[in-house]
Structure formats: structure tokens, C-alpha cells
């Protein structure tokens, strides 16, 4: 079995709650665990989050997912129902649906339930992706707030900046004018948002990616949040090549030596989920000590710089991200995000998770 594997650690998961929570004080806590819990796995997660008050999922099998792995807690589908069946199905399995158009509103009125569901209403209030715009919100409320198949609204927004110098005071002022009037549970604050804007917090939080030890904003490392990175991807080196000057390694002959360089041969690659476009340069550990990647990534290896590593040899231990090199380290050399690289890695990399 080639040597490459993911180990989720579910004390990482449970501490980053804990801050989560330092952060939040009174609101409750919805676990974002849509796109596989980050990638991490969804019943992994789930398992080691489960003291969380409720699970925020992308689709309707991850919620059922988790309902019938005995998850009781109100489970939001984010982008809602997309049609009358998975409005139905929803319904027989309690779970909590965001609506964010007029369709969607048709649609519940329209429809025979056999238990009514809790909505989450989703306001625009400027990232112009989802929800309805602070015009036609009140309107929206109204008639949910009068069907019968609606149990209980939530009032929703989502901000697009609140990790950036513009910060929330702009759509969270535009969201709480429209709302002013009613009376309902709020949920504003996803992972930047709870650790930079406490003005923001109110009743439900939803954290994300901070709950998987990353930054949520960046130029600044996890770790400064008192974040633990609840993946490590790992591997071996399979073998070693030793570069003359003028030498090249790997398609494309991305890197060329300038001296007499020792190459290690990772067993990881695009095909397991490893950012095809990592540059020179791109932070690896093997042995436990920082180095950095050399050429071209292919589908199935990598190359590492070994060079100042001499005791490193074939099956020596590398760490693709994890503790000793940041996932977001390895995003910011490679020109993405830590969620893209977490989300990324593939199904055939085994998945194990340790406390």
C-alpha cells in the first residue's frame, strides 16, 4: 500500500470548539461540516464535534448522513431544498433549511409536509450570492411567518469581508435596520467574524474552517488564534536522486540544479489532492525537519529538497501539512486557501482518525 495517509485528530477538532466557544460566549455553536467536514470526513468530525448545538451540511445526503448515524441536533441544509421531493424528505427527517429566494418560498407554501421545518431566512446584505435583498426581506419574513409548514424563522446574513479592512459595520448596519422590528433568533458570525468581530456574534455563530485549525484570515497563522490543525497528511520517500549541476528533476525540468543537490521522491501527488501548481520553494518536512519541494508535482510524486537532510533515506517520514508545516503555508506558497487544499485531498488517500 503506497505510504500516503490523512490522520484527522479528534482532540485537535474538540479544541478548536473550545475556542470557538471562549470566543462566542452565550451563542450557540452550528458546526459548518459541509464539502466531507473539510475533507476530513463527515462522521469523523460530526463524532468529535457532537458537543456543537447543531451541524450546518451542503446536502441533503450529508444530513441524512448524519441523522442516521444518530445526530440529534437541528442539522441546516445551506443552500435549502432545491426542489419539492428534497423539500419533503427534509421535512420527514427534521432538518432546518436556509431560504434565500422567492422560489424557495412558492415552493414550501405550495407543498404538503408532513412535519413543517425550521427556515433559515437569508439576507443579502452585500456579497451578492445568496438571499434577498434588504427591499424585498421584510416581504419574504412576512410570508413564512404566516405558513404552516414554517415552525420557526431564524434571521440569517452572511458576510463577505469581515477578514478584510472593511470589516462587518457596513452589512451588519444595513441587516440589523431592516430587522429592527422582529423579534427572532439571529445567526451572522462564521469563523473570521467570531474571532475579529465579537459587535457580531448574536445568537447562532457558524464556524468553519477555524474548526479545522486553519486561518480564517489571512496573513495571520492559526496558531495566533490558538488554533490545533486537525489534519496531518503524511508519506514516505520512495526514493533518492542525486542532482550534478546543470541536472533537471521532474516534467517540464521546472527546477535545475545549481550544485550538487540530494532529491527525495515523495509517494504524493495532484492525484491525491496535492496542489498541482506548488511551486519551488513550497514548505515540506521529512524526518521532522522543514525543507521545501523542488519541480513539478506530478499525479503520483513530488520532489523535496534533502540536500541539508543527510539522514533522511528511502521510508523516511514526510509531512505533506499538518503540525509541523501549516496547510496554509503550503496554500499561500501554491497561490489558494487552506479550504481549497483540505477539500482537496482525494478519495483514495486512507483516512483515519485518532484521538
Known amino acids: ?11 485537535a477538532l474538540q479544541h478548536n470548539l473550545t475556542v470557538v466557544r471562549r470566543h462566542a460566549k452565550t451563542a450557540k455553536v452550528m458546526a459548518v461540516v459541509k464539502a466531507n467536514g473539510y475533507g476530513h470526513g463527515l462522521i469523523h468530525v460530526a463524532h468529535a464535534l457532537n458537543s456543537a448545538d447543531a451541524f450546518a451540511t451542503l446536502n441533503l445526503t450529508e444530513a441524512i448522513d448524519l441523522r442516521e448515524a444518530g445526530f440529534e441536533q437541528e442539522i441546516l441544509l445551506l443552500e435549502g431544498a432545491f426542489d419539492e421531493e428534497e423539500l419533503r424528505i427534509a421535512a420527514s427527517f427534521e432538518i432546518s433549511l ?5 422560489f424557495q418560498i412558492n415552493m414550501i407554501k405550495n ?3 408532513a412535519k413543517s421545518v425550521n427556515i433559515y431566512l437569508k439576507m443579502n446584505t452585500g456579497m451578492n450570492r445568496l438571499g434577498f435583498v434588504p427591499s424585498t426581506y421584510l416581504s419574504a419574513y412576512e410570508q413564512l411567518s404566516t405558513c404552516d409548514n414554517v415552525s420557526s424563522i431564524t434571521l440569517m446574513t452572511h458576510f463577505a469581508t469581515a477578514d478584510e479592512a472593511a470589516g462587518v459595520a457596513k452589512p451588519l448596519a444595513r441587516f440589523t435596520e ?3 422590528e422582529i423579534d427572532a433568533p439571529i445567526s451572522l458570525a462564521n469563523s473570521a467574524t467570531i474571532l475579529l468581530h465579537p459587535e457580531a456574534h448574536a445568537d447562532w455563530v457558524r464556524p468553519g474552517i477555524m474548526l479545522y485549525g486553519a486561518t480564517p484570515v489571512s496573513g495571520t497563522p492559526a496558531a495566533n488564534f490558538d488554533l490545533k490543525p486537525a489534519m496531518q497528511l503524511t508519506s514516505q520517500i520512495i526514493s533518492i536522486q542525486t542532482l550534478a549541476q546543470g541536472d533537471s528533476v521532474g ?11 540530494r532529491i527525495g521522491v515523495v509517494a504524493c501527488g495532484y492525484a491525491d489532492g496535492y496542489p498541482r501548481h506548488a511551486p519551488n520553494g513550497t514548505p515540506i518536512a521529512v524526518n521532522g525537519k522543514i525543507t521545501s519541494t523542488l519541480g513539478r508535482v506530478s499525479m503520483d510524486m ?3 529538497d534533502l540536500t541539508d537532510i543527510p539522514e533522511a533515506d528511502i521510508g523516511a517520514a514526510v509531512e505533506l501539512w499538518g503540525v509541523t508545516v501549516p496547510v496554509d503555508a503550503v496554500a499561500e506558497a501554491s497561490g489558494t486557501v487552506g479550504y481549497e487544499l483540505l477539500c482537496a485531498v482525494a478519495p483514495r488517500v486512507p483516512m483515519s482518525a485518532v484521538a
Open 178 to 180: 431592516i430587522i429592527k
Open 251 to 261: 516534467y517540464g525540468e521546472k527546477f535545475t540544479a545549481t550544485k550538487a543537490t
Open 1 to 11: 500500500m503506497r505510504p500516503i495517509q490523512a490522520t484527522i485528530s479528534t482532540g
Open 302 to 304: 513530488l520532489f523535496c
Open 111 to 113: 407543498v404538503q409536509l
Open 98 to 102: 436556509v431560504v434565500h429566494n422567492a
